[in-house]
């Protein structure tokens, strides 16, 4: 159980609430911080990058010149990657980047980095978002508490994501995104109360 306070829209503190979460330092596990942060910048590489090897690229069916009496080293083919226009050697090729974690180690990094944000002062769980919209209300009141970078996280379909989304030092996450490299990108992290139990909850 663990012992987190409870901020109204205004990012002040109302209340404190027991939440069925571990976040003592103990919990906290770099490595697998580090393994997670990794895969996910692994996952969007493209893996595009594609070359043509020596039989792949055009010509090269007849032998180029005799085999002696012409000066120049024997050639048994224009494809040859020794020469212009032939293959690569050693080149590129479409591939998968992705790397596969398994849950246990996603659910242990969640609960490490919401562990380290809490006992650095820096998670900030609302209780419920009230936003008109406006980008300029959500960021004075950000900024009014030195709030700024931090990570938004709440549902899609709220609209302080629309609000917040274009403000600078900002990051806006529906609560079914979570991401732990985001979360390590930024300072704070500012996670409505509703989002907050959906983690918990997949935590076990």
Known sequence: MADVKIYNDSFDEVKSEKFNVDLTTEVISVPTIHQVVKA????????????????QVRGGGAKPFKQKGTGNARRGSSRSPLLVG?????????R????????????????SILADKHNSDSLFVVDNFNSNGKTSEISKKLESKNLLPALIVSDNE??????????????TLGDCGFSVYEAVKFKNLIIEKKSFDKLVKRLG
């Open 40 to 55: 996910t910048l692994a996952g969007r590489r493209q893996g595009t990058a594609s070359t043509k090897n020596r039989s």
């Open 86 to 94: 032939g293959g690569t050697a050693f080149g590129p090729t479409p």
């Open 96 to 111: 998968d980047f992705s790397q596969k974690l398994n849950k246990k180690a996603v659910n242990r990094a969640i609960q």
């Open 158 to 171: 709220d609209k302080v994501l629309l609000a917040a989304r274009n403000i600078r030092k900002v990051k």
